[in-house]
């Protein structure tokens, strides 16, 4: 297996399943991990130097962070159920999320600064965003984009249409190079609807020093340090997939390969 996969595995003692540091993914800012909680388990993480979003993917919680609690959060049966609840929670603060049915959270982590409060991201609290036309059309659900407070992370969701392609002209944003592109790692989480489908990703940089076309399956998570990263799904499975970004400067600017730029150029 590619070593830009990370794939889904068995549950530990706190319900983690997937995990990626930046020491794991060999680069300086993108954490992300999932943790599939029991009814009535609760997972508790001590405070630390990383901002935090708290992705419900599936299922409901409380999760407390601060001080605050936010009761009764999520409900979605699983991603493809509706918009997502999060929660943001800043560095140096501890957070506990306590499953009150089987749970799916995905927390996505970048180094934190600045003053901020934990706060919740509530289901449609951004408008959903339709991409492309024809067979390059996806549906994005913005969670934390650079519009709304954070120190370094920004998270979104995306859902492809099975037969569509998404990322797509191939673009990067690997290089500090602002306003024409910003230095941003990035993974993506995918699932599938029906789970036994599969898409195609391919990671690749202009030298082709980095040219990896992958075969993904639900709950791999995808490594992009460099690159162009386009994805493709197949008919009849709708992909979804969770984008977790973070380098020096907290802006997504992307240049599309001059190959294909003319697709969106028409």
């Known amino acids: ?52 979003c708290v992705v419900l993917l599936s299922g409901m919680a409380t999760v407390a962070a601060g001080g605050e609690s936010f009761a009764d959060l999520g409900g979605r049966k699983d991603v493809f159920d509706g918009p997502p609840t999060a ?21 996505c982590t970048a180094p934190g600064g600045g003053q901020y409060a934990p706060r919740l991201i ?22 934390l984009p650079e519009t709304e407070p954070a120190h370094s992370l920004l998270v979104v969701e995306v859902i492809t249409p099975g037969g569509n392609w998404s990322s797509y002209p191939p673009h990067k944003h690997d290089r500090d190079n602002l306003p024409m592109e910003s230095a941003l790692e990035e993974t993506y989480y995918h699932r599938f609807n029906p789970p036994q489908g599969f898409a195609f990703q391919r990671v690749y940089t202009d030298d082709r020093s980095l040219d990896e076309t992958l075969s993904v399956h639900d709950g791999d998570c995808v490594l992009v340090p460099r690159g162009y990263h386009p994805v493709g799904a197949p008919h009849g499975y709708d992909l979804y997939y969770l984008n977790v970004m973070a380098g020096p400067r907290r802006t997504w600017a992307f240049t599309d390969d001059p190959d294909h730029a003319w697709i969106v150029a028409k």
């Not at 530990?12 to 995990?19: F, I, M, N």
Request: charged share 20%; net charge negative.
């Open 122 to 143: 509530a289901p449609g609290a951004l408008p959903l965003e339709v991409r492309g036309t024809g067979t390059n059309m996806r549906r994005v659900q913005n969670i």
């Open 87 to 107: 929660v943001y929670i800043p560095q140096e603060t501890a957070y506990s999320i306590h499953a009150h049915t089987d749970l799916e959270a995905a927390l």
């Open 1 to 52: 297996m590619s070593k830009l996969i990370v794939p889904t595995g068995e549950a530990g003692e706190d319900g983690q399943v997937l995990r990626v540091t930046p020491e794991s993914a060999g680069w300086e800012y993108v954490g992300f991990a999932v943790h599939r909680l029991r009814a009535g388990q609760t997972f508790e993480a001590p405070p630390s130097d990383r901002e935090t």
